[in-house]
């Protein structure tokens, strides 16, 4: 995506930045609050069980109780051999289906079943490039949005927010649209339809370009503190 495209009447970020720091408690706090990725040779060096992992948890804490599976994680990690991603496509039918009732783990099959589908195409990225970190960390933060829709094609449940959270769980350097950044851009009229459509996506991401352009933040600090900056998030409490 070229960082060409324009965005009529968009607000500076500089103003965006003024009003969480207001809300937030000033400038230095709200930047020292937002910020987070790592560099393109960390997110290079990540293994390729760590983004299963990440994939994985994020699957099964959408649409469920975020701390039920923050507590039962240590024993996802031991039934699912660290998400090994050669052990993983090696388990035979039979053994997947005896890892879904095993009560240390939440037993619902057609998400453990993802484990096997984000396996695959970790591998098959793997064999192209190395590793799926190295493949990660080579793909430009201005078009973001194309890394969420490979995802989302060629992953399982890892469409929505589910495959950006993950993503941002491992410090990749990605924007995110929570409630409140979907509500900003609403409420500025840059965006009219559904927030998962290409069309809607494709101005989001160029909003984001242009205030990376602005500002020289990352795409990271740049969403978190658009969150800061509006909806009901006030001191110490972060949307995203």
């Not at 607000?11 to 020292?32: H, N, T």
């Not at 299963?52 to 024993?75: C, H, I, M, Y």
């Not at 909003?207 to 978190?224: I, P």
């Amino acid at each position: 995506m070229s960082d060409s495209s324009i965005i009529k009447n968009l607000e500076p970020f500089s103003q965006i930045l003024a009003r969480a720091a207001e809300r937030k408690g000033g400038e230095e706090f709200v930047l020292d609050m937002a910020g987070g990725c790592l560099t393109a040779e960390q997110i290079s060096q990540i293994p390729n069980d760590r983004w299963l992992s990440a994939f994985t948890k994020q699957v099964f804490q959408s649409g469920f109780v975020w701390r039920v599976v923050e507590n039962k994680w240590p024993d996802f990690e031991q039934v699912f051999f660290d998400f090994d991603i050669e052990k993983m496509l090696m388990m035979p039918d039979e053994l997947w289906e005896s890892k879904a009732k095993d009560p240390r783990i939440i037993r619902n099959g057609k998400k453990i079943m993802t484990i096997k589908d984000n396996a695959q195409m970790i591998y098959e990225v793997s064999v192209q490039h190395g590793s799926f970190g190295q493949w990660i960390a080579n793909w430009p933060a201005n078009d973001i949005i194309s890394l969420w829709s490979y995802l989302k094609k060629h992953g399982a449940r890892l469409g929505g927010n589910t495959g950006p959270y993950a993503l941002r769980r491992l410090g990749v350097d990605t924007f995110l649209i929570s409630q409140d950044n979907e509500a900003y851009f609403r409420a500025y009229k840059h965006i009219d339809g559904g927030v998962s459509s290409k069309k809607s996506q494709q101005t989001i991401q160029q909003c984001f370009n242009q205030w990376h352009q602005q500002s020289g933040l990352d795409y990271t600090t740049l969403s978190r503190v658009l969150s800061f900056s509006v909806g009901d998030n006030f001191v110490g409490v972060d949307s995203e």
